[in-house]
């Protein structure tokens, strides 16, 4: 029988949550990295027993952890005394932004919050995507906005730097949560092709395996840029993709519920009859390609439920009409918030939806939305959610 | 000139990091500096680069302070010799972490 196990990243440490099938009982380990911040967790497709964390500390900076054993121990890659063969030594979190000529235009500033240019300065990784095919490969979003990739199980990093160089850098502005990249989205079906967003610069893709980008922004509104419908300067909050359906991308903009047909060349907005359509999560049902998830949040100023009820709203038309989807969650005096990388879907029959929220609680729906019920309830603040699912 | 046996003091989160205990002990084998304890410290347990000071720059991280023998010598240059307590192994080199945060 098929089995899950729930990566949850908190402000305080990371905890992992095991169910068999029915998703009914839950066993949670952790904390793991007690006290830290642990912006991400993820699992690689290619080998469900390696995970990557980010592990971050105001204190002590970067770090990144690696599990090979399904998360029951950890390891800062190349942190060992004693070096493996051609493995770098004290290098994993080192996230160093390349200005070289050879490898990008040299770009050292962008926007500050008084129009100004600023130093880009690395602060932290806020998402971690492993490879679909290789546990060793994977990609990293940093604050400030960039992509890396490790080919060496995170052990080093390197820029793919012609995203920073490929012209519209300059203009890229911290939202009020920090420049971060929070979003990458790796394509099944087409190795070279990548998605990522960025807050607030707006979504981008690369054709050509990062060699070269370009903004895919056209059809969003942001009515607080000089120009709403410029290129770059949309405050995306989070993308999401069917695996099946590589060109169907629906976004969770700062406000607005977003769709492209076109692998993001334009969009179209979604929201139809959303009580509110701010919020940071957005996920699709993993059987279903127009069966699609957000948790709507009261505003950009007032980041939590409508009436302090706080609910999910299912769309089984890839937006436009939404039917709420609450069953079992806080009705009542219930002000939390819902982060942009905590909501994640399993791959079972009946397909779970995870979510995890400000206030420290864990949620699944073993039944696609039917219904809800606590995995957890009283972890500290959850940052990041993800799911994998065992065979 | 013989190797001296320094002894260093890490906040809990990077004991817990190094997987050490309150107290490690690192050999130095030249002048007893700010520089060569942290070389030393990075060489045996590398999981702790970039966590007291950055990468390349050796910069210390902000939050970060150096104590020895009731003093604060952050704002010393790392090549400047410590006391001879810390060289000796008498008193420990203190890495403290700032009280702040919740």
Redesign the interface.
Known sequence: MSSVRVLIGTRKGAFVANADGKRQKWNITGPFF???EMYHVKGSPADPNRIYASQT???????IQRSDDGGKTW??P????E?KAGMQ???S??F?YDTSAETGKPLTTHQWYDGTQHPWEFKRVWHLEPSLADPNTVYAGVEDAALFRSTDGGTSWHELASLRGHGTGPQWQPGAGGMGLHTIILDPKNPKRIWIAISAAGAFRTDDGGASWKPTNKGLYSKFLPNPTAEVGHCVHHIAMHPQRPGVLFMQKHWDVMRSDDAGDTWKEVSGNLPTDFGFVIDVHAHKPETIYVVPIKSDGEHFPLEGKLKVFRSHNGGTDWEDSSQGLPQNNCYVNVLRDAMAVDSMDDCGIYFGTTGGQVYCSPNGGDSWAPVTEHLPAVLSVEVQTLK | MSAKIVRVELPAHLRTLAKTGTEIRVEISGPVTQRSILDALEAKYPMLCGTIREHDTHKRRAFLRFFACEEDLSHQSPDTPLPEAVASGKEPFLIIGAVAGG
Do not use: R
């Not at chain 1, 500390?57 to 770090?63: A, D, R, V």
């Not at chain 1, 190349?78 to 005394?81: M, Q």
């Open positions: 007690a006290g830290w500390s105001g204190w002590f900076g970067q770090l390891d800062v190349g942190g060992a005394p070096p030594q004290g290098q979190n080192k160093q």
